[in-house]
C-alpha cells in the first residue's frame, strides 16, 4: 500500500488512499470466518443444518425444512457523512435517501441468494441523544425507511436506537439494517450451483454510486473548487448526485420469480466495484460484450480522481449495481420484467468454459482470478 | 430533568444525570414505531402475516405457517468503554466478555417470546481500520463471541465488519448483534396472552451489571479513589466486577421446554430495572415476597450513587437478569431447570388480580402503572 503523501494532490487516487485499509482488516476478518464457520453444526441439535455453500455468499442461510431461511446485516458504510455536509451547504435534509441505502444494504445482499426479505430491523446508533432532536432529519429517517419498506414489501420489525455518546462521534449515527427473509419455495435457492457455461449476465442499472466508494467520494471532494457544490451536469451538484439513494433491486427478483426466471446465480455490486462479477467460487470465464452508460456522477469521480478504467471498474459500480446470471433463454425476458419494475437492464454478456475471468471487451480490461479474495 | 450541574457531586446519581436523556429519544421512537406498524400488512403479499401481539415486545414475531420465525438487532451500549480503560490499567483485553454481551443483549431479548434463536450475525463497527490490528483483542472478540454462540447452540451467520472513521470515534468499537429464530412447535409462542392471576414470578440470577446502567457505572467512577481499581470486594476491582459478561438465558428456556414447562411470559431485565417485570401491557398486580441476592457491584453501585431501594431497582437488574412467569404449580420444576443449567433461581413472587403494580415486599417498595412506557 502506498500513502498518500507520496502522490501529489493531482494523482491517482485510489480506494486505499482515501482511507481504507483491507490489509488490517483482513486477518480478523479470516479468524471470524473460520471461528463462525465452526458454529454451523448446531444446528443438527436444533434439528436444522446449514446451507455450506451460502457461507462466503452475501447472505447466511440454514435449512428448516419446508424452506430456507436467510439473515443478514448491513452497514451503510461513510454515506450519512456526505449528507450532513450537504446538510450544511443546503439546509435540505437527505436521511430519507440515507434510509433507503441503508435498507437496500441488506436487502440488495439477502435477495442474492434467492430469499424473499420478509423482515428488516433498524439499528440507528447515534453520538448522542441530540441527534434525535433535529425533528426534520428525524422525520426524513423513520419516512425513508418506511418507503424503503414499502418498496420491498418488507415488514420493519423494530429495532434499536441507541445514543452511543463516545462510541459513535458526536452529531453522527451509525446506521445499519438486519434482514430475514426465506426462501420459498426452496427450488429458488440461489447459492450457485446451477451457474455455468452459457449462462447470459444481464446488469441491472445503478441510480449512482449507491453506498460503495463514499471513502473515495469524500476525499475527492478536496480536490473540486466549489466542493459538494460543484457541477456533475447542469443544475445536479456532485453531493445531491452522489445522495442519489441506492436501488432496491427485490422488486426485481420477486418480479422474475413470479415470471418463471430463476436466477441460476446473482451478484449485488457493492465494494471492490465490478470485481464482483467474480464472486462465485467456480474458475469460469465472464465477457462482457455491452456495458451499461455510466452514471454522471461515477464518471465525474473516475475524471477527478484520474482513474484509468480499470481502476475505477474494480471499485466502483459503473452504471451496473446488480448482477444476474440466468440461463440464456431467459435473458431478454430478464430485462423487461426490470424495466416493468423501473429499473432499467441490459444483456451484458455470457458465461464461458475457461480460466476465473472478467473480460470486459468494450473498454479492453481484464480481471483475473486474484483480483477478489472474499472467502 | 434535573441537570448534573444542580446537584453536589457527592448527591444522588440517577440515570438522566449519567447522560442518556430518553425525552428527546421517545419522540422519534413513538414516529418509528407507528411506521414500523404500518410496514406489518406487506407480509400478507408473501402469504404471512405479523404477530400483531409482538409489537412492543422483546422480538418481532412472524407467522409463516408451519412455525413463527423471530428476529431482533441489539446494542451492546456503552460496555466498550469499560473495557477500553481497564484495557489501559491493567493490560489485558477483555473482548471476549465484551463479545458475550453483545450477544446475550440479543439472544436474551429473542428468547423472551419463546423463541429457539438460530442464526446469530455480527456488527463489529470500528473507528478504523486500526482497530483491527491489535491481534490480541481482535482475537479476544473473536473467541468470546464463537464461545457464545457456542454456548447457546446458534449458528454465526456471518456479519460485518466495516471500518467508519469519522462516525465510530477514533479507536472505538460500534459492537452490535441480530439474531433470528424460530418458534417451533407453534404453541411455544410466548407473547403474554397466556399470563394472569395466579401464575408465579421466576427470577433467574444475573452475573452483575450485565449491558445495562453502564452510563451511571461509568459516571460513578469520577467518584471512586481508584476509579475502576476500586476494590468492590477483597481482591476483585470495580473494573472487572463490572465486565463480568451478562448470562446467555437461552439454554435455560430450551432446557424448560424439553422439560414440559412452556412460560406464560417473559421479560428480560434490561433497562429500567426491575420496572420490565410491568412490561406486560395487562393490568395485573405483581408481588414479589422474595428478592435475590444482590450482586456485589450492584450493591456497591447502589451504595457510591447514594440510590435509594426504589431508585436501584428502577434502573439496575439488583441480581435478578431474567424473569419467568410461569403456572405456579411449574414454578419449583422452573427453579431446578434453571440450576441445572447451571443458573441460579428464586420462585420470587406471584401474579395476582388487580392495578398494574409492582410489589416489592422485603424493600417496601412499589411501581405503578406510569413507571415503564415502552410501547
Known amino acids: 500500500m502506498t500513502s498518500p503523501a507520496s502522490h501529489p494532490a493531482s494523482g491517482t487516487l485510489s480506494y486505499e488512499q482515501a482511507g481504507v ?14 471461528a463462525a464457520a465452526a458454529t454451523g453444526a448446531h444446528l443438527a441439535h436444533h434439528g436444522f443444518s446449514e446451507v455450506a455453500a451460502s457461507r462466503g455468499e452475501s447472505a447466511y ?19 450519512a457523512l456526505v449528507a450532513d455536509e450537504m446538510n450544511k451547504l443546503t439546509g435540505k435534509s437527505y436521511y430519507d435517501s440515507i434510509a433507503q441505502d441503508t435498507i437496500a444494504m441488506a436487502i440488495n445482499d439477502l435477495i442474492t441468494v434467492g430469499a424473499t426479505p420478509l423482515v428488516v430491523q433498524a439499528y440507528w446508533a447515534a453520538g448522542g441523544s441530540d441527534w434525535f432532536s433535529d425533528a426534520q432529519r428525524a422525520k426524513a429517517l423513520v419516512d425513508g425507511w418506511k418507503r424503503a419498506c414499502d418498496t420491498c414489501k418488507v415488514a420493519w420489525g423494530g429495532g434499536e436506537t441507541p445514543a452511543l455518546a463516545g462510541i459513535v462521534a458526536d452529531g453522527r449515527i451509525d446506521l445499519a439494517a438486519s434482514c430475514t427473509g426465506i426462501i420459498n419455495p426452496r427450488e429458488r435457492l440461489s447459492v450457485g450451483d446451477k451457474l455455468g457455461a452459457g449462462d447470459a449476465i444481464v446488469l441491472l442499472a445503478s441510480s449512482g454510486i449507491h453506498a460503495n466508494g463514499l471513502s473515495l467520494a469524500r476525499k475527492l471532494v478536496e480536490r473540486l473548487p466549489n466542493g459538494y457544490l460543484t457541477e456533475v451536469e447542469p443544475g445536479v451538484s456532485y453531493g445531491e448526485a452522489l445522495l442519489a439513494p441506492t436501488v432496491l433491486y427485490s422488486p426485481v427478483t420477486e418480479a422474475l420469480y413470479a415470471a418463471g426466471v430463476k436466477p441460476h446465480y446473482c451478484a449485488n455490486i ?3 466495484g465490478w470485481r464482483k462479477l467474480l464472486r462465485h467460487p467456480a474458475t469460469l470465464t465472464y465477457r462482457i460484450h455491452s456495458v451499461p452508460s455510466v452514471t454522471p ?10 482513474q484509468d478504467d480499470k481502476e475505477a471498474y474494480s471499485t466502483l459500480n459503473m452504471g451496473a449495481g446488480f448482477a444476474l446470471f440466468v440461463r440464456a433463454e431467459d435473458a431478454q425476458k430478464t430485462v423487461v420484467v426490470a424495466k416493468a419494475q423501473g429499473i432499467d437492464a441490459i ?14 471487451e468494450p473498454l479492453g480490461i481484464e480481471f483475473g482470478d486474484d483480483a477478489l479474495q472474499l472467502r
Open 21 to 34: 485499509n483491507y490489509d488490517l482488516i483482513d486477518p480478523l476478518k479470516v479468524a471470524a470466518q473460520r
Open 61 to 79: 442461510v440454514v435449512d428448516v425444512g419446508p424452506f430456507y431461511i436467510a439473515s443478514i446485516v448491513e452497514c451503510l458504510g461513510s454515506k
Open 270 to 272: 457493492t465494494g471492490h
Open 297 to 306: 456522477v461515477l464518471k465525474f469521480m473516475q475524471e477527478h480522481a484520474k
Open 347 to 360: 444483456v451484458a454478456g455470457v458465461v464461458e468454459a475457461g480460466p476465473k475471468k472478467l473480460i470486459v
